[in-house]
């Protein structure tokens, strides 16, 4: 079972920026891809951000795309996501978490989350 320790998150404004790290248990190049989701109360699980080990390609859903940026840094084996202009409906918990070939759905570990709550 992959550990992960995550930080960052807490309040935000709306209009302001977050920056999430993880850093996972082994090496980030032996998962298939790593990122996070999140999960809003009542709401399904999204993910936000993933990249796949195997070409460093990166996912983002439609609903972050050009405010949410996924970074890596091997040497410290850590794992980023900044997001900027945050909205209201960002609020959620997001989890680091591995992948699947599908960032959605293919969830196969996750650590417990931090909470990002985006209020004025």
């Known amino acids: 079972q992959v550990q992960f320790v995550e930080s960052g998150g807490g309040l935000v404004q709306p209009g302001g920026t977050l920056r999430l790290s993880c850093a996972p248990s082994g090496p980030i190049l032996d998962y298939f891809a790593i990122g996070w989701f999140r999960q809003a109360p009542g709401k399904q699980r999204e993910g936000v951000g993933c990249?796949?080990?195997?070409?460093?390609?990166?996912y983002y859903p439609d609903s972050v795309k050009g405010r949410f940026t996924l970074s890596r840094d091997n040497a410290k084996n850590t794992v980023y996501l900044q997001g900027n202009d945050l909205k209201p409906e960002d609020t959620a918990v997001y989890h680091c978490a591995t992948f699947g070939a599908d960032c959605n759905v293919d969830f196969d570990s996750w650590g417990q989350g931090t909470q990002v709550t985006v209020s004025s």
């Open positions: 990249i796949f080990s195997y070409d460093g390609a990166i």
